[in-house]
């Protein structure tokens, strides 16, 4: 074997491991959340994960073999779909986190169950699964479930988006949870699980260099740029635009700021033209000067 093969190789074999590591740890932040927050506390926090742990209150089958028993036919209906490297690492990831769920954490946390105000669990619970789901995310892995039905079910019906589909299997959970556990506090606090889980997960994903993104159409494109770089500190770009009824030249200003930014940002675009037309957009991640650092992991 040539020198570069046996880097390969070990570059592949050093991957392997970090990635086994990384799901061990997610499942784990998992399991925790699971077995001591949100299933004691009668909240099943959407997706395969919630419909698992309906089942375990019903029937008392395991939430985390529930969880795999549920996830294999779906990844194998969508291993054309996924591709069979994205496949096999999901598969890795999907066994060990519902065994750790089933296993591994109980033996850890020794059948501690919070017992504090339910609101709080689903707080914790959806915390803790967001950190989960992050860092399996990280390694170019999923955790299963509503995630691979969307992805299948919008290369059937493309009209539906798979943020789309994935709130429709998570809402059903939720109304379904009310009537099994007979309380809508649980779907409230499930809802709160899932919310809190998707913000950790965006915070994992992309930062805390959250920004936006201002498209700003006027005749006064250049003093507005000029204002902007003067009083923010901002950067701008200016575009060259053309209307398309009535075939004028535009100017189009491009500025990436910081949230706590646009009040003001707002303000002097009102001053300088009141007619302009601006688009404001959530951005994540923002590089460059001024931002994240290009070369920056």
């Known amino acids: 074997m040539t020198k570069d ?6 570059s592949k074999l050093k991957t392997l491991i970090i990635d086994l590591l990384v799901d061990l740890i997610a499942g784990l932040s998992f399991g925790i959340s699971v077995n001591v927050f949100t299933a004691p506390n009668h909240i099943a926090p959407g997706g395969v994960t919630g419909f698992a742990t309906l089942m375990n209150y019903i029937f008392g089958v395991p939430i985390g073999l529930m969880s795999f028993m549920i996830n294999v036919p779906l990844l194998l209906m969508g291993v054309r779909l996924l591709g069979k490297t994205f496949f096999v690492k999901t598969f890795k990831s999907v066994v060990i986190i519902n065994f750790a769920v089933d296993v591994i954490a109980p033996a850890l946390t020794r059948g501690y169950v919070y017992q504090g105000e339910k609101i709080m ?3 914790m619970g959806g915390v803790l699964m967001g950190v989960c789901i992050g860092l399996v995310l990280q390694r170019g892995s999923t955790t299963g479930g509503l995630d691979i039905v969307g992805r299948m079910v919008k290369k059937k019906m493309p009209q539906f988006s ?3 589909i994935m709130f429709a299997g998570d809402f059903t959970i939720l109304v379904v949870s009310m009537l099994v556990y007979k309380n809508i506090e649980s779907g409230l606090n499930g809802l709160i699980c899932i919310f809190v889980s998707s913000k950790i997960l965006d915070y994992l994903l ?10 700003v159409v006027s005749d006064y494109a250049e003093e507005i740029s000029k204002a902007i770089m003067a009083e923010m ?3 701008a770009t200016l575009l060259h635009a053309e209307g398309a009824y009535s075939h004028n030249p535009k100017r189009v200003v491009l500025c990436a700021i910081r949230d706590h930014q646009y ?4 303000r002097l675009i009102r001053q300088i033209d009141p ?14 000067t001024g931002f994240n650092d290009m070369s920056a992991d």
């Open 275 to 288: 007619k302009a037309f601006m688009m404001v957009n959530d951005t994540h991640d923002i590089l460059g």
């Open 233 to 235: 500190v901002r950067g």
């Open 162 to 164: 798979i943020g789309k």
């Open 5 to 10: 093969g046996i880097i390969q190789k070990e």
């Open 206 to 215: 992309y930062g805390m260099d959250k920004g936006m993104m201002l498209y």
């Open 263 to 266: 009040p003001e940002v707002k």
């Open 121 to 123: 669990a689903g707080l």
